[in-house]
């Protein structure tokens, strides 16, 4: 088995590190990352039958996760990043959940028992978008064809404008426990640059509601690197923020691609945006302040009271993350429903069409909406997984020949500058990200992606790390 060890010579002074490491990458919810996907490698065939496999090994013992997106909103958000349709016609909603339906039960008849669901979550768009009744008959529906787990974690994401007394009760009366807040910024200047209003009653009300029904953990979202964004705005919203104690915080930074996204991230100029230096400097500012109110650090973007599900989740060593973000348990088997779904069956992934109209065409031909995917092989497989322990636990370790790749010598020479900087530390058989390391970790996974490093994408791709 390899053995790294080498010895660290002082290169002497070096730039900044954000500097130096502030590079276009992904955000690694997916190893391969999506433009890596290997259209040859895949067919809805191969895709069907990874999701029975995976479905056999896993649903007796840990159930499967359910994804939904619902991609309706009433006005477009430029910070937003998401596949979404702008509209104000709710009579939308119903044929849109039928057509859910259809999808659902097109996987239920074709898994060979009964699925038993541990995780489920509503995303978007926005799902409050949709009536409580509609969404009611959503979710009846889905538990008409599958059990729950005793464990389970229902979620949603609930804008603080829309989200009424009559969806929390209809969604917590429907076994659903934690529910998120987009926020941003309480900044008005940064909010009518991308257009996103949000009053700081609504989201009080909409978070001391949600607890005064029972909901045991609530979520804000919180996002720094924004247009015209100052860390005087940041330590403000922070500060608000704490009168309110959410459970578990996602504090993220702003990926702007406009160059993927079309119009919707072009309304306003690069120059309106934080340089990286300003924004990973909103970043420490942030984590200390939410360091002082209780909060901990949970993988990347996220911080937990200790209370949270999350945060004992990173204790225990139990921490996931797949493309419905951070979770508190593994599932191997995740199903995405809706337009631009992604599933994940842990040896294949596959995503639905993300047009509306192209999605009800072919659930109309009784065909799974999947227009292209990804059949992991061995190596995929592995390193996968290292840059799954890297993402949850900030370590890895290849002292089995099941974790081990022959690129494995050309990953250590890579991060061999990284150690230097003191981003990361050299075990016998393995590697831990410093603490110093850990907003650089996008960077470490970067290099364990092989298939990054043989073929650099000639248009730039993903977002800026820092």
Same mark, same amino acid.
């Given at each position: ?5 080498f010895?660290s ?20 919810t997916?190893?391969?990352?999506v433009p890596y ?9 191969q895709w ?12 007796e013992?840990?159930?499967i996760?359910?994804?939904?997106h ?7 958000c430029?910070f ?7 509209t ?10 039928? =057509? ?14 009964r ?7 509503l ?8 009536s409580p ?5 959503l979710?009846?529906?889905i ?7 005793q ?5 949603f994401?609930?804008?603080p404008?829309n !989200?009424?007394r ?8 429907l076994g659903f426990?934690r ?6 910024d309480?900044?008005e200047t940064?909010?009518k =640059? ?5 009053p700081? =009653? ?6 001391h509601?949600a607890?005064?029904?029972?909901y ?16 005087a ?12 104690m959410?459970?578990r915080?996602?504090f993220?930074s702003y990926?702007?691609?406009?160059w993927?996204k079309?119009?919707?991230?072009r309304g306003y ?11 990973? =400097?909103?970043?420490?500012l942030g984590?200390s302040?939410l360091?002082?109110?209780g ?9 937990a009271l200790?209370s ?7 204790k225990?060593h139990t921490l996931?993350r797949?493309f419905?973000?951070?979770t ?14 992604i599933s ?6 596959s ?9 009800y065409?072919?659930l109309?031909?009784?065909?799974i ?9 061995r190596?995929?497989l ?8 890297l ?10 020949a ?14 061999q ?7 990361v ?5 393995g590697?831990k990200?410093?603490a110093?390391?850990q ?5 470490v ?11 650099q994408?000639? !248009? ?7």
């Amino acid at each position: 088995m390899l053995g790294l060890n080498f010895e660290s010579n002082c290169l002497g002074m070096c730039n900044s590190l954000v500097n130096k490491y502030n590079v276009a990458g992904p955000r690694y919810t997916s190893y391969p990352t999506v433009p890596y996907w290997d259209p040859n490698s895949f067919s809805l065939k191969q895709w069907k039958a990874s999701l029975v496999t995976s479905f056999v090994e896993s649903n007796e013992r840990e159930g499967i996760s359910l994804y939904i997106h619902l991609p309706f909103c009433e006005s477009m958000c430029t910070f937003c990043g998401c596949n979404k349709r702008i509209t104000k016609r709710h009579d939308v909603e119903l044929p849109y959940i039928k =057509a859910v339906l259809k999808e659902w039960s097109l996987y239920c008849d074709l898994l060979p028992s009964r699925p038993n669901i541990k995780e489920l979550h509503l995303g978007g768009g926005t799902p409050t978008f949709f009536s409580p009744e509609n969404l009611e008959f959503l979710i009846k529906g889905i538990l008409r064809r599958a059990n729950i787990d005793q464990q389970h974690e229902f979620s949603f994401e609930g804008h603080p404008n829309n !989200t009424t007394r009559e969806h929390l009760q209809t969604l917590y009366d429907l076994g659903f426990r934690r529910v998120s807040f987009g926020v941003q910024d309480y900044n008005e200047t940064v909010q009518k =640059a991308i257009h996103r209003i949000q009053p700081i =009653a609504h989201v009080e009300e909409a978070t001391h509601t949600a607890r005064d029904i029972g909901y045991t953990s609530v979520g804000h979202d919180i996002i720094f690197g924004l247009p015209f964004q100052t860390e005087a705005h940041v330590a403000k919203t922070i500060e608000i923020t704490k009168t309110m104690m959410p459970n578990r915080i996602a504090f993220y930074s702003y990926a702007h691609v406009p160059w993927l996204k079309g119009n919707g991230q072009r309304g306003y100029k690069d120059a309106d945006l934080p340089s990286g230096e300003v924004k990973r =400097a909103q970043y420490e500012l942030g984590k200390s302040l939410l360091s002082k109110t209780g909060y901990h650090e949970i993988g990347m973007d996220h911080f937990a009271l200790e209370s949270d599900t999350l945060f004992k989740a990173m204790k225990d060593h139990t921490l996931h993350r797949n493309f419905m973000g951070y979770t508190a348990s593994k599932t191997q088997a995740m199903i995405g429903l809706g337009v631009s779904s992604i599933s994940d069956s842990w040896y294949g992934f596959s995503q639905n069409v993300k047009g509306i109209e192209a999605y009800y065409h072919m659930l109309d031909q009784n065909m799974i909406p999947v227009y292209r995917g990804h059949i992991l092989n061995r190596e995929d497989l592995v390193v996968r997984q290292h840059i799954l322990n890297l993402m949850c636990h900030f370590e890895t370790e290849w002292s089995t020949a099941t974790l081990y790749i022959d690129e494995l010598k050309d990953v250590v020479f890579k991060l061999q500058e990284m150690a230097l900087d003191g981003l990361v530390e050299f075990k016998k058989h393995g590697l831990k990200v410093t603490a110093k390391g850990q907003p650089y970790v996008r960077n470490v996974c970067m290099a364990f992606d092989v298939l990054l490093q043989r073929k650099q994408p000639s !248009t730039r791709l993903f977002s800026m790390t820092v």
